[in-house]
C-alpha cells in the first residue's frame, strides 16, 4: 500500500513535532482506503497523554517511569480515540494511520512502537533534531508482528 | 445472548472483512474467548504470546472501559455492544544513561 498526503498534511505534521520539542508529538491521520491505497485527508493533531502521566500510567502502564516521559514516550487517550473516529465516520472518513515525533533520534520504529501496534494503519513517525524537523517516514507493522516495513509516501503538491 | 463486537478496520482483515461479529457470552472474557476462537489469525494482535490481553488493548462495553466496571468479568446482557480500542502509544528507543 502506499500513503498519499498533501504536501500541506506533512508541514502540519512537521510543525506539530518542532511546536513540542523536545517532547514527542502525536496525531491521527483520517482518510479513506482502498485495497491500493490509503488517501489522507485530515490530520488530527492530539495531546501527548504522557504529560499526565498518572493518568497515562493508569491506562498504559511504562517498565521505568523514571526515564520514559513524555520526551521520549507518546500516548494517545482511547476515549480521544473513540471521539475522532466516532466523529470521523460520521464523515464516511476512517483512521487510516498515525503520526508521532522522535525528538532527537532518527524517524525509524523502535521495538516499543512495534509492540504497541496493528497491522495495516500507517505509522508515520517525524524526525525533530534540535528542534527543526527532519526526516518523515511511514511503516506498517507485518501481520506475524516481526517487524515494520517501509511503507511509501506520496506527497501531492495542492 | 448474542453480543456484538465492533471489529476495529486493521482487524476486519482477520474477519473476513466483517465490521462486527456476533458471539454468544456471558461477559466480556467468554465474549473475546469465542471471538479469537472463530478468527484465530486475531489472537495474535489482541493477546501476547502467554494469553494475556496486550496491554495497549482496551475493550469498552457501550462507551465505557471494562477495566473500571468488572474487568473481563463484567457480565454482558443480550444486544450489549463491545468496541476494541488500542491506546495507541510509542516513543524513541531510550538512551543509555549509564554512563
Not at chain 2, 461477559?27 to 501476547?48: C, F, K, M, P
Not at chain 2, 465505557?64 to 491506546?87: A, G, N
Request: with cysteine; net charge negative; glycine share 6%.
Amino acid at each position: 500500500m502506499m500513503l498519499k498526503l498533501d504536501q500541506s498534511h506533512l508541514d502540519q505534521i512537521r510543525q506539530h513535532g518542532a511546536r513540542d520539542y523536545p517532547s514527542e508529538c502525536c496525531g491521527i491521520l483520517l482518510g479513506r482506503a482502498d485495497a491500493k491505497d490509503k488517501e489522507v485527508r485530515e490530520v488530527v493533531p492530539l495531546k501527548n497523554l504522557r504529560h499526565d502521566s498518572a493518568r497515562a500510567q493508569a491506562l498504559l502502564p511504562l517498565d521505568d517511569p523514571g526515564r520514559e516521559t513524555e520526551r521520549n514516550r507518546f500516548l494517545i487517550d482511547p476515549m480521544e480515540q473513540l471521539r475522532v473516529e466516532k466523529d470521523a465516520r460520521a464523515r464516511s472518513l476512517d483512521v487510516v494511520g498515525y503520526y508521532h515525533s522522535h525528538p532527537d533520534h532518527p524517524a525509524r520504529p523502535s521495538n516499543y512502537d512495534r509492540e504497541h501496534a496493528w497491522p495495516w494503519y500507517s505509522y508515520v513517525i517525524v524526525s525533530v533534531q534540535k528542534g527543526e524537523p527532519k526526516d518523515l517516514t511511514s511503516w506498517v507493522l507485518t501481520d506475524g508482528r516481526e517487524r515494520f516495513d517501509p511503507e511509501q509516501v506520496d506527497a501531492l503538491n495542492l | 445472548m448474542p453480543v456484538r463486537v465492533i471489529i476495529p478496520t486493521p482487524l476486519r482483515q482477520y474477519t473476513g472483512r466483517k465490521e462486527f461479529v456476533e458471539v454468544e457470552a456471558k461477559n466480556v472474557a467468554e465474549a473475546l474467548a469465542n471471538l479469537t476462537a472463530q478468527y484465530g489469525d486475531l489472537r495474535r494482535h489482541l493477546y501476547t504470546d502467554d494469553g494475556k490481553l496486550r496491554s495497549f488493548v482496551n475493550i469498552y462495553l457501550g462507551e465505557e472501559d471494562i477495566r473500571y466496571l468488572q474487568k473481563d468479568q463484567t457480565p454482558l446482557h443480550d444486544q450489549d455492544e463491545l468496541s476494541i480500542v488500542p491506546s495507541i502509544a510509542g516513543g524513541t528507543k531510550l538512551r543509555c544513561i549509564c554512563r
